[in-house]
T-cell receptor, first 110, second 115 residues
C-alpha cells in the first residue's frame, strides 16, 4: 500500500507567523485530503485536493500529483490553529482505503 | 444537516470482554469508514463499508469486525478485548464517486479504555 510521510513532525511558532507543512506519498494517490485535529480529538476536513491549489481564508493547499506531494500553507497563524495536521489519501487500487500520515503537531505561542 | 454521530463517547471495559461501537453518518452519505487512533500507531484504517458491503479492510486481527445497515448506520465490534485495544475509535462518512471517496467527515470518536 501507499506510504504517507509528513514533515516536519513538530513546529512551534509565534502568533502571526507563516508556516508550510509538507506531505509526500510513495505512489500516485487518490482522494488526497488535509485534516486538523483539535485538542479534543475532533478531526476537521480542511481540503479535499487531489490536484491543484485551493484557498480557504488564511489556509491554502497545493497538490502536485505528478510529483506525489502536497503542501499546506498557514498564514498569519493564530493560537486556535494549534493542533495536529494530517494528510491522507488512498492508492488507486484500493480507492476507499484511506491512509493517514503521522501528522505535524503545530503549536502557536501568543 | 446533522454531522456524524458516534455512541458511546466513552467506554471502559476489561480484558476479554467485547464491545460494540455505533456510527450514524451524515444523511445521504453511504460510505462509512472506521479508524483506530493510538499515540504509538497514529491513525490506522480499520475498514470501509458501502451499501452494506465491506469494500476495504486494514491490517487488524479478526477480532475487529463491522457491519453496515440499510440506513447506512454502521457498527464495529471488538471481541476478546486486549489492553492494546485502548484507543480513540473514529468513524467517517462520505459521498462516493467512481474513482473513490469524496471529502470525509469525522465523528467525535469513542474513547475506549481497556483495563
Amino acid at each position: 500500500g501507499i506510504q504517507v510521510e509528513q514533515s516536519p513532525p513538530d513546529l512551534i511558532l509565534q502568533e502571526g507567523a507563516n508556516s508550510t507543512l509538507r506531505c509526500n506519498f510513495s505512489d500516485s494517490v487518490n482522494n488526497l485530503q488535509w485534516f486538523h485535529q483539535n485538542p479534543w480529538g475532533q478531526l476537521i476536513n480542511l481540503f479535499y485536493i487531489p490536484s491543484g491549489t485551493k484557498q480557504n481564508g488564511r489556509l491554502s493547499a497545493t497538490t502536485v500529483a505528478t510529483e506525489r506531494y502536497s503542501l499546506l500553507y498557514i498564514s498569519s497563524s493564530q493560537t486556535t490553529d494549534s493542533g495536529v495536521y494530517f494528510c491522507a489519501g488512498s492508492g488507486y487500487s484500493s480507492a476507499s482505503k484511506i491512509i493517514f500520515g503521522s501528522g505535524t503537531r503545530l503549536s502557536i505561542r501568543p | 444537516k446533522a454531522g456524524v454521530t458516534q455512541t458511546p463517547r466513552y467506554l471502559i471495559k476489561t480484558r476479554g470482554q467485547q464491545v460494540t461501537l455505533s456510527c450514524s453518518p451524515i444523511s445521504g452519505h453511504r460510505s462509512v469508514s472506521w479508524y483506530q487512533q493510538t499515540p504509538g500507531q497514529g491513525l490506522q484504517f480499520l475498514f470501509e463499508y458501502f451499501s452494506e458491503t465491506q469494500r476495504n479492510k486494514g491490517n487488524f486481527p479478526g477480532r475487529f469486525s463491522g457491519r453496515q445497515f440499510s440506513n447506512s448506520r454502521s457498527e464495529m465490534n471488538v471481541s476478546t478485548l486486549e489492553l492494546g485495544d485502548s484507543a480513540l475509535y473514529l468513524c467517517a462518512s462520505s459521498l462516493v464517486r467512481l474513482a473513490g471517496l469524496e471529502t470525509q467527515y469525522f465523528g467525535p470518536g469513542t474513547r475506549l479504555l481497556v483495563l
